[in-house]
């Protein structure tokens, strides 16, 4: 059924569709719209779940950390403050290795910071033991959920996941999308049956004890093991989801124009529209650049950028947050992945706080890049874009 | 019918071999309570001393399905475990939280009012050790006046906790849960009919449970149960019982020898008669209180079934 709707709306029938049975969430812009059409559909008759219409989100993911930690396939979502809140049990939905899915909705975090898109909430989670993806249209969050699923409950991953899509340009923002019907979930997505331990009076375990220094680096280990092992599920849950609805989101990372690019420049979320946009354009001026498109921050697709990025003569990357003092945590991972690459690779932050990235600030970064491809030199690593009294380049 | 000690089963739900301390007040109402829980139970622990001497991994004295990930959040575990067995259709599973006082009267009782606010069906306990001993004796919202602790030390400028005990079971009322009692690891034929009761009523269920702490307290490790049973006979701690609404006083207290119960105990040794004289006229005003609020609401809500 194709419908034009915004993201949160997306999430919610994707939510309905996997059929969730346990959902705790509160409301915060700009993801408050989500926890509002699951309240509607269940109300409606639609949609049978437990909805537990909690105080805080600090109990939102205590709650469905529990929920799932029983057995039961769980959901929530939050944005910005609400998953800064949460932070303290990441690790335990990490650590406990429960395939939660949460909903993230962008949006920067702290003083100073508004309610626009920014990666700042998200990115500082990276170390949590939860897999992170950012999504570019309505339809990939809606197609996003459902995969997710599938990746977090895989026996080689069986850890959290985040789909995060960008705060007010996705949720707020409608497009045409191909909602799933139930019965074509069903076939993709088999109504849950933990297949591992849970807290079943039946046979019963301990959850979470606490653990000594004999033990707790090799459950560390474990989950460091099933974040490399959970690239191969993402590529093989997209493929498997593009055979059964015809929609291919590339798995880890989708290219444009890579095959003879010397400038590539590496983007996450809606920023990678604007910048498709611009890479046509110059391509039909002659400019040999190309886009990568990163769908994976967690676990970061390490083999598959360097493959990618093999032949290039300089890398920017988009970072639409900030670890002050060094630089964007995306620019460190790609840095990291091009470890024993000899091109520049350049950091471009900008979009901070909802701040528009325009398609005139996508050129000057490809500008800069053919500079440095041409020379084989960054002029600085780190570039500010369209920030007042920075001069780029 | 009214549950004789006789009548728990020899089994041990908390089984012997963890790592409490003798004369643990906190072990000794656990293992009384888990014996009346039974074995269709899942029960949440939040960071806390049980959370530790439970055991640590791969060990736990538990025998019935446990859950614990961080200090704050046990009303809302029990929330998540309580829906995931509705979902399952398993009605007879109990769920259960056992927490500490700083888990629940200060760091847990966000978590706790929101699931008493949407009356999840589960039981919320809190076993009462008044300060933070887990941690090595701070003072929590639940520690009494004068009590000296780490954080409230005797000092030149004041002497022990300034402050008065924070009255959770009062505030689980005003929630107007079907449920809320106050019990004593020092009154097991009490306490083991008090979570029969709670587990035989649907919603959401409050039990504080005063649990003496032998290093926290400062008094001989023999003595746990007489310092408890002390403290119910002076009206340091009162044993009451909230059904729907209607507050009943389940056992008059003396009123009297606060000072006996006082010196038996390091944490208020120091403490001199004008302090002595200020608590003393605290739990005499706290007393009239109840007794009133027991008359008021025995009144207000007579034949009340629902929650309030």
């Not at chain 1, 191969?232 to 003879?260: K, P, Q, W, Y």
């Amino acid at each position: 059924m194709r419908r034009v709707v915004g993201s949160n709306y997306a999430t919610a029938h994707a939510v309905m569709r996997a059929r969730v049975e346990v959902i705790a969430a509160y409301p915060i812009t700009p993801q408050t719209q989500m926890v509002e059409h699951i309240a509607k559909f269940i109300n409606d008759g639609i949609m049978d779940c437990e909805y537990i219409k909690v105080e805080g989100e600090h109990s939102s993911i205590s709650a469905v950390i529990a929920s799932q930690a029983a057995g039961v396939r769980s959901f929530t979502s939050t944005a910005s403050q609400g998953l800064a809140l949460m932070h303290e049990l990441l690790f335990s939905a990490g650590g406990l290795r429960l395939p939660i899915v949460m909903g993230v909705v962008n949006r920067s975090v702290g003083s100073t910071g508004g309610i626009w898109v920014e990666y700042n909430d998200s990115m500082p989670q990276r170390d949590c033991g939860w897999l992170q993806m950012y999504v570019e249209t309505n339809q990939e969050v809606h197609d996003m959920i459902l995969q997710a699923y599938k990746i977090a409950e895989d026996k080689r991953v069986l850890l959290p996941i985040m789909i995060c899509s960008d705060g007010f340009i996705l949720s707020h923002t409608v497009e045409p999308v191909e909602l799933a019907e139930q019965e074509e979930v069903d076939e993709f997505l088999p109504k849950y049956e933990a297949r591992h331990s849970y807290l079943d009076p039946k046979d019963p375990i301990g959850s979470g004890i606490v653990t000594p220094r004999e033990y707790r680096q090799e459950f560390a280990y474990q989950i460091h093991r099933a974040m490399l092992e959970a690239k191969d599920v993402i590529e093989e849950v997209n493929r498997d989801f593009a055979d059964a609805f015809g929609r291919d989101h590339s798995g880890l990372v989708e290219t444009e124009f890579m095959d003879d690019a010397d400038a590539a420049f590496l983007t996450l979320g809606t920023v990678t529209s604007t910048a498709r946009g611009v890479v046509r354009e110059l391509r039909e001026k002659g400019k040999k650049v190309g886009l990568v498109k990163v769908r994976a921050f967690r676990p970061y697709p390490v083999e598959k950028i360097a493959e990618v990025c093999g032949d290039v003569k300089a890398v920017g990357v988009y970072d639409r947050s900030v670890s002050f003092g060094v630089g964007g945590p995306h620019y460190l991972e790609a840095r990291n992945a091009l470890f024993d690459s000899d091109v520049p690779v350049i950091d471009f932050i900008g979009g901070l706080g909802g701040r528009d990235v325009t398609e005139a600030d996508v050129r000057s970064i490809y500008e800069v890049l053919l500079e440095a491809a041409k020379t084989g030199k960054a002029k600085r690593n780190v570039e500010w874009v369209s920030t007042r009294g920075v001069a780029l380049g | 019918m009214r549950l004789k000690l006789k009548d728990l089963p020899e089994e041990n739900i908390f089984s012997s071999g963890h790592t409490a301390c003798a004369g643990c007040g906190a072990a000794m109402a656990v293992r009384n309570i888990a014996k009346v829980l039974g074995k269709e139970v899942i029960i949440y622990v939040p960071a806390s001393c049980l959370s530790v001497f439970n055991g640590l991994f791969p060990n736990c004295a538990w025998t019935v399905p446990y859950h614990h990930t961080v200090f704050e959040n046990t009303g809302a575990a029990i929330s998540g475990l309580s829906r995931a067995m509705k979902r399952k259709g398993l009605d007879d599973v109990t769920v259960v939280g056992i927490a500490g006082d700083g888990g629940t009267a200060d760091i847990g009782l966000q978590a706790l009012s929101g699931a008493a606010e949407r009356n999840e069906d589960v039981i919320y306990i809190c076993y009462d050790n008044e300060a933070y001993m887990n941690t090595g004796v701070q003072r929590s919202g639940s520690t009494p006046h004068g009590a000296s602790t780490t954080t409230t030390p005797v000092g030149k400028l004041t002497k022990g906790n300034q402050d008065f005990k924070k009255d959770v079971p009062l505030i689980m009322m005003a929630h107007g849960v079907p449920y809320v009692a106050t019990a004593s690891a020092s009154f097991p034929l009490d306490l083991i009919n008090k979570v029969k009761k709670a587990k035989e009523t649907k919603g959401f269920r409050y039990l504080q449970v005063y649990a003496p702490c032998v290093p926290g307290w400062r008094y001989e490790q023999s003595k746990t149960v007489e310092v408890g049973k002390l403290a119910v006979e002076c009206g340091m701690w009162f044993l009451l019982e909230c059904e729907n609404g209607r507050l009943k006083i389940n056992r008059e207290p003396k009123m009297k020898n606060l000072e006996t119960y006082l010196k038996m105990q390091g944490r208020f040794r120091h403490m001199d008669e004008k302090q002595i004289a200020e608590l003393q006229e605290s739990i005499e005003r706290k007393w009239e209180f109840y007794k009133g609020y027991a008359d008021l609401t025995q009144r207000l809500y007579s034949g009340s079934e629902a929650s309030v």
